[in-house]
């Protein structure tokens, strides 16, 4: 070697905080050479990993996949460099930044040395070595691996190239055939403590190698002792970095810790792509912009692969960027803009094939790009940018968009160093891309599902008017599990539903449909509110006792389900709202003149909590017709800066507008929100009471005797006659003779029959018993039991509810148009 070195420090035992961890595989990935510092970062032994792949420290949902990918491509470019989850042996997973090195042997035979720094801490301060910083900013390192007697066992390209020493020259050799005695008497001392303690040492040296003889280079050597199964010893493996440049190296790793603070703030990938952009201008560029496939800011599927191959062409949506001259802007197309990508320009190749593309000194004046947009063309070149780096923006061996960034100021054009920092920086925006592109597929996914579940279009029937309102909650926490219903029961009734589910999420929205289901099945038993309550919170419990149970089979911790509901019956005949809740928010109800008030109705304990022993109550009141019934989650009344009651007087103040439609009203107190991108959903249902009219109700007490069938028959085909409905007597007769029979039959007190004249014709027979009718199965020669069949096929719908002083049997048929009005 023509270069004398002089060493500049003693060795340096690095401690408990390795400067990098490395481990050595042979051609198939076979761990074969394994360290101290690699069992201080990763947690396994020697003993534990050697002999065995190296697949073993990634996480099994990355594995296979990602252990196949990065060999493939470090046989193909005899390397490869990157951002990796590794495992820990105690199961938790570190982000470090990996290199895999190509060594040779003598007789070419190869060997894989995998060198890893853990990048979680760099925001936190943590000391740095050269090596780790290299590791970290991608620069050229020179690695030797010396076996117990400190000959040349193998060398990667690198180390040439830093020395001049060609590798056929090293083998077998000693640090004294090369170097003066003083020298390598120095680093065989360092060596030999390193093969003694097991321990990364470091030392520093200056040189002047044949590639700069002019120029004193200052270098820096970590040591590391390799270990068999045993423990045994196989070598000391020496990493040099040349540490002349390292100002520049420190400021290339200042800007990847400034990464790690400013990209991914948020879960919105446009926001991350303009912070990416952001970070870029002015630390490596006068103008950054980004750009993703079209589908990614929407949460959607990739679309497959864009260009000639697909016959599509490539579409990008702008999502971030920067300029050091603000009157340059104008240049990129501004935010969220549509981006068609020319396909035979560099933008379309770096898309098609991943691969980054740099551009030292940019031709404005031809190409396919400039063809495409002329105009855009010649403000570039007005502006004078002058060199270009494209990058692929990848996750999960997908491309998401491009990363441009271009110099106009900054007279130096982009370099290989540039483009290396350049695909760190946007690769380390792709995790955060990554994470922020699951998030929204999953809202989206969340949205969807809560959206086909609630009801497109509600109707309150002749008992109210309704309107309703849904907006869900931000990107930061996530859809929730609100929902709302207006479920029509028998005679005229309706029954008005808000619950909540606790949480967000997919999760949350498809136990909302769960529960939302167990209300209408319920409902349909004609429950009162109390009842159905209690049965919902049975539902709820169950639904804990099998989340239970599947998670211990899986050994995970169970997913409780919990919710809040209030359940509303009116009865336009009456005007009588019936109202329970399990642990939800009052309902706000305005009078006629707009007097609002927040009645004080038992609270209830909330869905699923177990509190069987507490019931469920239910109120009763009369609301005069026009009143406005609310009901809302609390996402409208809650919030981080506001109390309770803020909130009830700001909800209160929005319902007392008189005159207002019902849309008209809902939109009022949506407007009234603090925050137009709530922290939780928010749920509005307004509904305005009807009360039927006397000429549309007919009623009579009949006597328990086999004489009230006939006397049931004749009113209500005289009251038909009076409606003009007389298409209907013959089937009219039919039904209330089955029923009156039935109920003088399995009952022992008066009976009355009612007919209710609204969007159908409902006939109501109640009775004193609380049995309630089951349609039986006769056989062909039997006399009885044919009834009730005959009453379900002339009935669009029939059934049974309970009463205070019996129950009720009523059949529903369906009117003209003109009749029900």
Same mark, same amino acid.
């Given at each position: 070697m023509h270069a004398s070195e002089t060493a500049l420090a003693e060795p340096v035992n690095t401690g408990e905080i390795p400067d990098a961890a490395i481990a050595m595989l042979d051609a198939e990935g076979t761990v074969v050479g394994w360290t101290q510092a690699a069992q201080q970062l990763v947690g396994h032994t020697a003993k534990e990993i050697v002999g065995r792949s190296a697949a073993l420290v990634l996480p099994p949902a990355e594995d296979a996949v990602r252990a196949r990918a990065v060999a493939e491509q470090c046989r193909a470019e005899g390397g490869w460099s990157g951002t990796v989850q590794v495992r820990h042996r105690d199961g938790h997973t570190l982000r470090m930044t990996l290199r895999v090195s190509l060594l040779w042997g003598r007789d070419a035979s190869t060997r894989w040395l995998v060198s890893v720094t853990d990048i979680g801490t760099l925001s936190t301060g943590t000391a740095t070595g050269p090596v780790r910083e290299s590791l970290l900013a991608h620069a050229p390192i020179g690695i030797t691996v010396y076996d117990p007697q400190l000959r040349c066992a193998w060398v990667n390209d690198a180390k040439e190239r830093q020395?001049?020493?060609?590798? !056929?020259?090293?083998?077998?050799?000693?640090?004294?055939?090369?170097?003066?005695?003083?020298? +390598? *008497?120095?680093?065989?001392?360092?060596?030999?403590? $390193?093969?003694? @303690?097991?321990?990364?040492?470091?030392? *520093?040296?200056?040189?002047?190698?044949?590639?700069?003889?002019?120029?004193?280079?200052?270098? &820096?050597?970590?040591?590391?002792?390799?270990?068999?199964?045993?423990?045994?010893?196989?070598?000391?493996? &020496?990493?040099?970095? !040349?540490?002349?440049?390292?100002?520049?190296?420190?400021?290339?790793l200042a800007i990847l810790s400034e990464a790690s603070t400013r990209?991914? @703030?948020?879960?919105?990938?446009?926001?991350?792509?303009?912070?990416?952009? %952001?970070?870029? $201008?002015?630390?490596?560029?006068d103008l950054a912009v980004v750009d993703l496939v079209e589908s990614v800011p929407f949460g959607l599927d990739l679309a497959a692969r864009t260009g000639p191959a697909s016959g599509r062409r490539p579409v990008l949506r702008r999502a971030g960027v920067a300029c050091v001259d603000l009157g340059v802007l104008e240049l990129p197309a501004v935010r969220e803009e549509v981006i068609h990508v020319p396909p035979a320009s560099s933008f379309a190749a770096v898309l098609r094939t991943g691969r980054s593309h740099l551009e030292p000194v940019l031709d404005t004046h031809a190409g396919p790009w400039v063809d495409h947009d002329p105009e855009r063309a010649r403000k570039v070149r007005d502006s004078g940018f002058h060199s270009m780096l494209v990058v692929p923006i990848r996750a999960r061996r997908s491309v998401l968009g491009l990363a441009v960034f271009g110099r106009s100021q900054e007279p130096t054009p982009f370099q290989?160093?540039?483009?290396?920092?350049?695909?760190?920086?946007?690769?380390?925006?792709?995790?955060?891309?990554?994470?922020?592109?699951?998030?929204?597929? *999953?809202?989206? +996914? +969340?949205?969807?599902?809560?959206?086909?579940?609630?009801?497109?279009? $509600?109707?309150? #029937? &002749?008992?109210? *008017? $309704?309107?309703?309102?849904?907006?869900?909650? !931000?990107? %930061?926490? #996530?859809?929730?599990?609100?929902w709302f219903d207006v479920i029509k029961l028998s005679g005229a009734r309706v029954a008005l539903v808000v619950g909540d589910v606790v949480g967000h999420g997919i999760n949350a929205a498809a136990t909302m449909g769960r529960l939302r289901t167990a209300v209408r099945t319920l409902a349909d038993l004609e429950l009162p509110p109390q009842e159905l309550l209690a049965h919902l919170d049975a539902t709820v419990r169950r639904l804990n006792d099998e989340n239970e149970k599947d998670t211990d089979d899986q050994g995970t911790a169970p997913a409780v389900v919990g919710a809040t509901c209030l359940y509303a019956v009116y009865d336009p005949v009456t005007r009588r709202c019936a109202i329970a809740r399990a642990g939800h928010p009052p309902p706000a109800i305005i009078d006629p003149h707009g007097q609002v008030t927040f009645p004080d109705l038992p609270a209830g304990a909330p869905l699923g909590l177990g509190l069987g022993m507490v019931p469920f109550e239910s109120t009763d009141m009369t609301l005069p017709e026009g009143s406005v019934l609310a009901l809302y989650t609390d996402g409208l009344v809650e919030s981080r800066d506001d109390d309770l009651d803020v909130g009830l007087r700001r909800l209160g103040a929005a319902l007392a507008e008189t005159g207002s439609s019902l849309e008209d009203l809902c939109s009022q107190v949506i407007e009234a929100l603090p925050t137009q991108a709530p922290a939780d959903d928010v749920t509005l249902l307004l509904a305005r009471t009807r009360g039927l009219e006397p000429a549309q109700l007919a009623s009579w007490e009949l006597p328990n005797e086999p004489g009230a069938v006939h006397t049931a028959r004749r009113l209500a085909a005289r009251q038909l006659g009076v409606w003009g409905m007389g298409h209907l007597v013959t089937t009219v007769e039919l039904i209330v003779s089955e029923l009156v029979t039935n109920a003088i039959r399995h009952g022992h007190g008066p009976i009355s029959v009612r007919l209710i004249r609204h969007q159908v014709l409902t006939c109501e027979v109640s009775d004193t018993s609380t049995s309630h009718p089951r349609p039986r199965h006769p056989h062909t020669l039997d006399e009885k039991g044919r009834g009730l069949h005959l009453v379900a096929r002339l009935s669009r719908r029939w059934g049974s509810r309970a009463a205070s002083d019996g129950k009720v049997v009523w059949a529903e048929q369906d009117l003209p148009c003109t009749a029900a009005a």
């Amino acid at each position: 070697m023509h270069a004398s070195e002089t060493a500049l420090a003693e060795p340096v035992n690095t401690g408990e905080i390795p400067d990098a961890a490395i481990a050595m595989l042979d051609a198939e990935g076979t761990v074969v050479g394994w360290t101290q510092a690699a069992q201080q970062l990763v947690g396994h032994t020697a003993k534990e990993i050697v002999g065995r792949s190296a697949a073993l420290v990634l996480p099994p949902a990355e594995d296979a996949v990602r252990a196949r990918a990065v060999a493939e491509q470090c046989r193909a470019e005899g390397g490869w460099s990157g951002t990796v989850q590794v495992r820990h042996r105690d199961g938790h997973t570190l982000r470090m930044t990996l290199r895999v090195s190509l060594l040779w042997g003598r007789d070419a035979s190869t060997r894989w040395l995998v060198s890893v720094t853990d990048i979680g801490t760099l925001s936190t301060g943590t000391a740095t070595g050269p090596v780790r910083e290299s590791l970290l900013a991608h620069a050229p390192i020179g690695i030797t691996v010396y076996d117990p007697q400190l000959r040349c066992a193998w060398v990667n390209d690198a180390k040439e190239r830093q020395d001049g020493i060609p590798r !056929d020259r090293r083998f077998g050799r000693g640090l004294k055939d090369w170097l003066p005695a003083f020298e +390598a *008497e120095a680093l065989e001392v360092v060596m030999r403590q $390193v093969l003694q @303690s097991g321990t990364t040492m470091v030392h *520093e040296y200056r040189a002047w190698p044949p590639a700069d003889p002019r120029r004193e280079h200052a270098f &820096s050597a970590s040591f590391f002792c390799l270990q068999d199964a045993d423990g045994t010893p196989l070598g000391v493996c &020496s990493m040099t970095v !040349d540490v002349t440049g390292n100002r520049r190296a420190r400021e290339r790793l200042a800007i990847l810790s400034e990464a790690s603070t400013r990209i991914g @703030s948020t879960l919105d990938v446009m926001q991350t792509g303009q912070e990416l952009a %952001d970070l870029a $201008v002015p630390l490596l560029a006068d103008l950054a912009v980004v750009d993703l496939v079209e589908s990614v800011p929407f949460g959607l599927d990739l679309a497959a692969r864009t260009g000639p191959a697909s016959g599509r062409r490539p579409v990008l949506r702008r999502a971030g960027v920067a300029c050091v001259d603000l009157g340059v802007l104008e240049l990129p197309a501004v935010r969220e803009e549509v981006i068609h990508v020319p396909p035979a320009s560099s933008f379309a190749a770096v898309l098609r094939t991943g691969r980054s593309h740099l551009e030292p000194v940019l031709d404005t004046h031809a190409g396919p790009w400039v063809d495409h947009d002329p105009e855009r063309a010649r403000k570039v070149r007005d502006s004078g940018f002058h060199s270009m780096l494209v990058v692929p923006i990848r996750a999960r061996r997908s491309v998401l968009g491009l990363a441009v960034f271009g110099r106009s100021q900054e007279p130096t054009p982009f370099q290989e160093d540039d483009l290396l920092l350049a695909e760190e920086l946007v690769t380390r925006a792709a995790l955060s891309l990554e994470n922020a592109l699951q998030y929204a597929r *999953e809202r989206t +996914a +969340a949205l969807t599902l809560q959206r086909d579940l609630l009801p497109h279009h $509600v109707g309150g #029937g &002749s008992a109210v *008017e $309704v309107a309703s309102r849904y907006v869900p909650a !931000d990107m %930061d926490h #996530g859809v929730g599990g609100d929902w709302f219903d207006v479920i029509k029961l028998s005679g005229a009734r309706v029954a008005l539903v808000v619950g909540d589910v606790v949480g967000h999420g997919i999760n949350a929205a498809a136990t909302m449909g769960r529960l939302r289901t167990a209300v209408r099945t319920l409902a349909d038993l004609e429950l009162p509110p109390q009842e159905l309550l209690a049965h919902l919170d049975a539902t709820v419990r169950r639904l804990n006792d099998e989340n239970e149970k599947d998670t211990d089979d899986q050994g995970t911790a169970p997913a409780v389900v919990g919710a809040t509901c209030l359940y509303a019956v009116y009865d336009p005949v009456t005007r009588r709202c019936a109202i329970a809740r399990a642990g939800h928010p009052p309902p706000a109800i305005i009078d006629p003149h707009g007097q609002v008030t927040f009645p004080d109705l038992p609270a209830g304990a909330p869905l699923g909590l177990g509190l069987g022993m507490v019931p469920f109550e239910s109120t009763d009141m009369t609301l005069p017709e026009g009143s406005v019934l609310a009901l809302y989650t609390d996402g409208l009344v809650e919030s981080r800066d506001d109390d309770l009651d803020v909130g009830l007087r700001r909800l209160g103040a929005a319902l007392a507008e008189t005159g207002s439609s019902l849309e008209d009203l809902c939109s009022q107190v949506i407007e009234a929100l603090p925050t137009q991108a709530p922290a939780d959903d928010v749920t509005l249902l307004l509904a305005r009471t009807r009360g039927l009219e006397p000429a549309q109700l007919a009623s009579w007490e009949l006597p328990n005797e086999p004489g009230a069938v006939h006397t049931a028959r004749r009113l209500a085909a005289r009251q038909l006659g009076v409606w003009g409905m007389g298409h209907l007597v013959t089937t009219v007769e039919l039904i209330v003779s089955e029923l009156v029979t039935n109920a003088i039959r399995h009952g022992h007190g008066p009976i009355s029959v009612r007919l209710i004249r609204h969007q159908v014709l409902t006939c109501e027979v109640s009775d004193t018993s609380t049995s309630h009718p089951r349609p039986r199965h006769p056989h062909t020669l039997d006399e009885k039991g044919r009834g009730l069949h005959l009453v379900a096929r002339l009935s669009r719908r029939w059934g049974s509810r309970a009463a205070s002083d019996g129950k009720v049997v009523w059949a529903e048929q369906d009117l003209p148009c003109t009749a029900a009005a």
